[in-house]
């Protein structure tokens, strides 16, 4: 499992995917992030409590 940026449109979110197929088949795991301070804010709290969590998941 991989979780990485993907972005388009002026608009950027974080999708999971399988490490060997990704980009062929992946689901958004958040809403839409914008370049602005809201957004930022949003995208600051969602790295804290969504994906610390998938990080440590992925480490046991």
Known sequence: ???FGSSGMGDWHYPMGSK??????NYIISENFVSNRKSDENAMGFEKAILSVIAEFQQI
Do not use: R
């Not at 060997?20 to 088949?25: A, C, D, E, L």
């Open 20 to 25: 060997k197929s990704q980009f062929v088949k």
């Open 1 to 3: 499992m991989i979780v």
